[in-house]
C-alpha cells in the first residue's frame, strides 16, 4: 500500500520550493514526489532534506524521485540535485520523468546521479530484489491484494494522474475516520479495498464517488433508501454482453475498440468527468496513443482539446488538421498528437438523457480533413450513447451498491 507523507521545511531554513510528498510503495521503496519549480536555489534547499532523509534511511529501503508535478525544471537544478545524489547514493537514484520538455533537459544536462525513467513501473524495475506485482500477485501490497484491479493494460495512469486520484483516495479515508468514528486511516483504506474487491469497482472510482456523494442521512440503516436495482441498459451498438456491464474495464475497452473500428481510425480515446477531480474529464481508455500523448490529456480541464469543446458545444467537434487549428496547434496537446500521428481529430460527447455531457469519445486518423462518412458519425453518436447509458446505470447501481457496502461495514 502507498501511503503519502508531506516534508515541512524546518525552522530557519527556506521554504521549500519544489515541495516534497513522501510516498511509501510497497515495504521497501520510498518515491519522493515533487512538485512547484525546481530551479537552483529550490534544488539547493531541497537537497538539504533529501540529505536528511538519506541519513536516516535504513539500508533495505530504495528510493524514488518522482518529477512529474513539477511545473518547470531547470537545468541548472537537475544538476544541483544531481550533486546531492551522487554524494549520498551509492548507486544512481531512479527519477520519473514524463514531459518530454523535462526529459530533454536531461539530454542537454546529463546527470550521473540520476537514472531517467518513463513510469513508476520502469522504476522499480531498475531497483534489486524490487518485483512489480502483476494482477492477480499475491505477494503484491495490501492495496495490489485488495482492491479491484484499475485497468492498466493500456497503461492509463501515469505518475502524474496516479498522484492526482491518490489526493482523492486520501480524501475518502478522512471522510470514513471522521464520519464513523474510524480508529484511523488504515482501517478506512482497508475497508475501501473491500468494497473495491466486492464489487469490483475501481478504488479511485469508488474513492470518487465517497467524496462526492451525499452524507448519509442516518449512520443505521441504507445509505440510499428505497434505490430500485435495474438491469444494464441494452446497447444499441457496444458489443458488451449483460455480465460484462458490470466490469468496467471490459466495457471501456470494448468501447474504445469499436470507435476505432467504426471511425477507421487509428487511434481513439475515452473520456469520462470526475466530479472530485474539479469537474475534469479524465482519460480512462485508449487505443493506439502513444504515452506522451496520453500525458497531456490525462485530465482535460477546458478547451482547447476537442473533448472539452464538444463537452462545452454538447455535438461533435472536428479539429480538420491539427497542425493549422488556430487554437490546438500551439498547445502541447496539439504538439503531441500531431509527433503521435494523428492530424485530424473527431469528438462526439456522451450526453445523459437530461442533456448533461458525462463523456467524450474522440478518434484519431493520420491524414488532415474531414475523413468520417454519414455513417460513421452516426455509428460514432451511437457509441457515444451507449457510453451516456451505462455510465448512468454504473453509478447508480454499481458504484451505489460498493457505497452501502462501506456505509454498512464501517
Known amino acids: 500500500m502507498a501511503q503519502d507523507e508531506a516534508v515541512a521545511p524546518r525552522t530557519g531554513r527556506r521554504e521549500l520550493n519544489p515541495t516534497l510528498m513522501v510516498r511509501r510503495v510497497g515495504d521497501g521503496v520510498d518515491v519522493l514526489c515533487l512538485s512547484g519549480i525546481l530551479d537552483t ?22 528510493l524514488i524521485l518522482d518529477l512529474t508535478g513539477l511545473r518547470l525544471v531547470s537545468a541548472a537544478g537537475i544538476q544541483v540535485l544531481d550533486v546531492h545524489m551522487l554524494h ?8 520519473i520523468v514524463a514531459a518530454p520538455h523535462a526529459r530533454d533537459i536531461f539530454t542537454i544536462a546529463p546527470a550521473p546521479g540520476l537514472r531517467l ?9 531498475t531497483l534489486p530484489g524490487t518485483e512489480i506485482p502483476t494482477p492477480g500477485d499475491t505477494t ?53 479495498c473491500q468494497a473495491s474487491r466486492h464489487h469490483n469497482v475501481p478504488l479511485r472510482i469508488l474513492a470518487s464517488a465517497l467524496v462526492t456523494a451525499p452524507r448519509p442521512a442516518t449512520r443505521e440503516g441504507e445509505w440510499f433508501p428505497g434505490r430500485l436495482h435495474a438491469p444494464p441498459p441494452a446497447p444499441q451498438l457496444l458489443d ?17 475498440r469499436e470507435a476505432v473500428a467504426v471511425a477507421d481510425a487509428h487511434g481513439a480515446e475515452v473520456h469520462l468527468v470526475d466530479l472530485a477531480l474539479r469537474n475534469s474529464l ?16 490525462a485530465q482535460v480541464d477546458g478547451p482547447p482539446a476537442p473533448c472539452a469543446r ?13 497542425m493549422t487549428d488556430p487554437d490546438l496547434a500551439a498547445t502541447q496537446e496539439g504538439r503531441a498528437a500531431s509527433v503521435t500521428g494523428s492530424r485530424a481529430l473527431y469528438a462526439v460527447p456522451a450526453l445523459s438523457g437530461g442533456g448533461e455531457c458525462v463523456g467524450a469519445i474522440t478518434v484519431h486518423h493520420t491524414r488532415p ?42
Open 282 to 297: 479524465v482519460l480512462e481508455s485508449h487505443a493506439g496513443l502513444d504515452a506522451a500523448y496520453r500525458d497531456h490529456v
Open 117 to 125: 525513467c518513463a513510469t513508476l513501473d520502469a522504476a522499480l524495475a
Open 88 to 95: 549520498l547514493s551509492d548507486s544512481p537514484v531512479p527519477v
Open 140 to 192: 503484491g501490497t495490501p492495496e495490489q491484494r485488495t482492491c479491484a484491479p484499475e485497468d492498466r493494460s493500456d497503461d492509463v495512469l501515469g505518475p502524474r494522474a496516479e498522484a492526482r486520484t491518490s489526493a482523492v483516495i486520501g480524501m475518502a479515508q478522512g471522510i470514513i475516520v471522521e464520519r464513523y468514528a474510524s480508529a484511523d486511516v488504515q482501517r478506512a483504506f482497508d475497508l475501501l
Open 240 to 256: 458488451c454482453p449483460d455480465q460484462g456491464a458490470y466490469d468496467r474495464s471490459q466495457v471501456l475497452r470494448v468501447l474504445v
Open 41 to 62: 536555489e529550490g534544488a539547493t534547499a531541497l537537497g538539504g532534506e533529501l540529505a536528511d532523509r538519506l541519513r536516516t534511511t535504513r539500508s533495505d529501503r530504495h
Open 310 to 322: 464538444a463537452r462545452l458545444l454538447g455535438q461533435p467537434v472536428l479539429v480538420a488538421d491539427v
Open 369 to 410: 480533413g474531414p475523413w468520417l462518412t454519414p455513417v460513421q458519425r452516426t455509428a460514432l453518436r451511437t457509441l457515444a450513447d451507449d457510453l451516456a447509458r451505462w455510465r448512468s446505470w454504473y453509478r447508480r447501481t454499481v458504484v451505489l451498491d460498493a457505497l452501502e457496502y462501506v456505509h454498512a461495514h464501517a
